[in-house]
């Protein structure tokens, strides 16, 4: 029997933590710090709206979602990244998607050529990296090549030092940022390098941005921030934007990961090829959903609170770490990314001890990454989710540091 194309992809981080924890007694009523599953509360405007569009439910959704949401998206762009020379048009470069984690993986089947200058096309990862990216390339026929993103690297792949030979048959980059799970934001600097790269090599950069809003003191650069500034110096915004697709949601943004409502920003060419294959096997957005997510795109009063909340919990952890476990503060997103190898553990015998002694759910780093040459980046490490509210976290960050110095 012939093997199935994703055969060789190891079990998915979450079912690899309960196999591991199985069979263990927690020492303790259970709590999940391993899953970035927000738990603030949803804006208080969508309930109604789903309510008052529940008819819709009845009908066909259309493919390319509402022109209502589509233009709250193109206008939360131009806000948000302070859009003047960029142009975005609602009607062909913005594709609203069942969240980032369906359009992350399409969009490698939309534009993975069969080959790239007569080989087998790469995909190059962050390493450590969202697991869906690693899929996706392998779906899509490339070959996926995982860069290192440690701390010597400052936690964000140096594409720069992959050699000429595999970026010659590179077809796209995936970038996440404020990254999952280190949350590092890259700059700008790195984002007009990639850029460079990308054009002398002719790739694309498919770049996850759905943590953008959830960060400490400084708003993370948006790649097409980035691309905005660029067309400022004189570079043409038709071939710039051409290199990149841009995804986001209100997944984390406006805690409602359970509506699936994200978006894809691109050229038109891209995001008419993109659009295509979702007409055949993707997702559209119900119309209920579609009305919510119009709504929750227009409205940031929600967005700074929840901000706030999180800024909050990192106090929290900054006076409990301190400098213990390399503890340092994030850019962005909402995880601690904690060195457990200072103390002679590894990610899964921390994962144990958590669970054993306290009943607290961790997820190992290495479950995020794959093995290279130099080992696995996320062996030492545990990711730890602070989706809880501020009580919960002062008492169970407190029990981590106890258990584990």
Known sequence: MTDWRLSDLPPYAFPRLRQLLDGIAPGEPELSLAIGEPKHPMPSFVPGIL?????????????????????????????????????????????????????????????????????????????????????????????????????????????????????????????????NPQGTVATADFWQNLIRLAQTFDFRIVSDECYSEIY?????????????????????DIDLLDRVIVFNSLSKRSNLPGLRS?????????????RQLRSYGGAPLPLPVCAASTAAWADEDHVVANRALYRDKFRLAESIF???????????????????????ETGETAAVKLWREAGIRVLPGKYLARDS?????????????LVHDLPTLEKVLTRVNQILR
Do not use: M
């Not at 994200?262 to 993109?274: E, N, T, Y």
């Open 216 to 236: 400490d003191d400084k708003a993370p650069v948006g790649l097409l921030e980035t691309l905005d500034d660029l067309i400022k110096d004189g570079q043409s």
């Open 51 to 179: 309510a008052d569009h529940a008819s819709e439910y009845c009908k066909y959704p259309p493919n390319e979602g509402t022109p209502e949401l589509r233009q709250s998206i193109t206008d939360w762009l131009t806000r948000r990244y302070g859009l003047t020379s960029l142009s975005i048009d609602p009607e062909t470069n913005i594709q609203p998607v069942n969240g980032t984690r369906e359009g992350l993986f399409n969009i490698a089947v939309a534009i993975v050529p069969p080959d790239k200058n007569g080989a087998r096309p790469i995909a190059l990862l962050p390493n450590p990296f969202y697991q869906c990216y690693a899929a996706a390339a392998v779906n899509a026929g490339a070959d996926p090549v995982y860069v290192p993103a440690t701390k010597e690297t400052g936690f964000l792949p140096d594409i720069a030092s992959v050699s000429s030979e595999i970026l010659e048959r590179t077809s796209l980059v995936y970038i996440c940022s404020p990254a």
């Open 373 to 385: 040459e130099d080992g696995n980046p996320g062996e030492n490490y545990i990711r730890v989710a």
């Open 262 to 274: 994200g978006f894809a920003a691109g050229s038109a060419p891209v995001l008419s090829r993109f």
């Open 322 to 344: 301190e400098t213990h476990l390399d503890y340092y503060t994030p850019g962005g997103g909402f995880f601690l990314w904690l060195n457990v190898g200072v103390i002679g």
